[in-house]
């Protein structure tokens, strides 16, 4: 009888932790629709470059950036209700770095260092 009340005592603790658990991810998949994933082309160099931009889109409000200083893709994770591609790509190009659609001013593209200098599409 008392292995019965045992084992009867243990699937009740298990049944209460599974549920527990599905209520802590239940928001996280709920927040998880708000998100997007989007990647394009932002020309830079270096690692210099990589810091640069990776740290402008996360100021304009993306969760998570990485570029690739072979392919010049930055894949970026951002909530569409903060920021958008659009406005992701205007951060780049004011911070001297040209995207798909923006290119950034010729004063502030001068103004990087030496190593950052990318060949620009004329």
């Known amino acids: 009888m008392k292995a ?4 009867l005592i243990l699937v009740i603790v298990a049944g209460m932790g599974l549920s527990a658990s599905a209520q802590k991810q239940s928001p996280v998949v709920a927040g998880q629709k708000a998100v997007k994933t989007e990647s394009f082309k932002v020309y ?7 810091e ?3 740290k402008a889109v996360k100021e304009e409000g993306a969760i998570t950036a990485s570029w690739d200083t072979d392919t010049k893709i930055l894949a970026v994770t ?7 591609r659009d406005g992701l790509s205007k951060k780049l190009a ?3 770095h040209d995207t798909e659609k923006y290119k950034a001013p010729d004063e502030v593209y ?3 260092p030496a190593c950052c200098h990318y060949e620009r599409a004329k």
Not at 4 to 7: D, E, G, H, Q, S
Not at 78 to 84: L, N, V
């Open 94 to 96: 004011s911070v001297g």
């Open 44 to 50: 830079g160099n270096c690692s210099l470059c990589k």
């Open 4 to 7: 019965i009340n045992l084992i």
């Open 110 to 112: 001068n103004k990087l």
């Open 78 to 84: 951002y909530d569409p209700s903060k920021t958008s």
């Open 52 to 54: 640069r931009i990776e």
